[in-house]
């Protein structure tokens, strides 16, 4: 058993359900201080974040990632323990197998590899480690970005291990990812008896034609980087449950995932223009989860991109699809920052797995990106 896989196994072993680290911080750091790093441990309300380094010269070369993994869901519908690994016909399951335990334990077995091997490297390695990515994000390394921007540190390049291969392992790397700004929408109206639609005013049919115009919208065309904007109504409720009563009003969450063609000024202004074009009475709060990101291809990209081509000869897609990811933060930086990780065809399903040859695929990539960059 490799070395990786092995730590793959102690981390899923343990119950981190967001935003419980249960422990795995405390392995991963005891690790990385053997090897020389200084261990500083960031706790926030009641996340765990870990920020280690080695080094005290440019350039900081940082892996990121988070221990923390979404709930397992129906337990009779997993094969084995969601928490306790288990390895079948060359796959290894569990919760967090693939989102993204494997991904941190590849950045730990390649950091002691590489500085066994360069002990006198150039520049700095980090590593940014957080129990909120799967939560609300706000706590972690959102909070560790601030504080490290306050002291007046830096990271110049990061690489995400999320998973972010789609079929077979390093068939992608992400170099940014969309924005993503949701609404809490209240459709107000009149409640009233159904066989006298004149005395109430139904809130559904009033915002029907609006809904019609922001879900057939083409938004924007994205551009070579991004794909087009998206409109989506993640929940809708109406209704008292009773045949006969018009409700009186209507509640929908709806979320945008949105490119940098758009602002989130200009989205919110073309939303409220239509409701108020189709005369919907409504109140309307907005939350942005995240604002995109992008790294634009240069020195992080082609010495990740090398390095996937040397282990598996082939070059990878560079994308910006998929949700959010804590890369937005450390973006904020000025850091160029991709995500390199195990295939994601599994990731908050029950039964989650990842390929037990992509997570020793995965620790070789990145130690050749630590010597194209660093050695």
Known sequence: MSPTLALTLDL???????PADEGC????AARLERLGFQIERLRFGSVENLWARRGVQGPVFCFAGHTDVVPPGPLEE????????????????????????SGLAAMITATEEFVTSHPGHRGTI????????EGPSVDGTKKVVETLLARGERIDMCVVGEPSSEREIGDMVKIGRRGSLSGRLTVHGVQGHIAYPQLAENPVHTFAPALAELTS??????NEHFQPTSFQISNFNAGTGAPNVIPGELKARFN???SPVQSIE??????????KRHKVRYTLEWYLSGEPFFTPPGRLSTAVCDAVEAVTGRAPALSTSGGTSDGRFIARMGAEVVELGVVNRTIHKVNECVGVAEIDALHRMYVQALRNLLG
């Open 12 to 18: 899923i072993g343990r119950p981190s359900v967001t």
């Open 256 to 258: 945008l995932r949105y």
């Open 78 to 101: 997993w094969q084995s323990d969601p928490f306790r690994p288990a390895l079948r016909d060359g796959m290894l399951y569990g919760r967090g197998a693939a989102d993204m335990k």
């Open 266 to 275: 200009q989205l919110k202004e073309t939303v409220e223009s239509i409701l």
């Open 126 to 133: 980090a590593c940014l480690i957080t129990s909120d990515e």
């Open 25 to 28: 911080q405390d392995v991963m």
């Open 217 to 222: 919208r083409r938004w924007d065309e994205g």
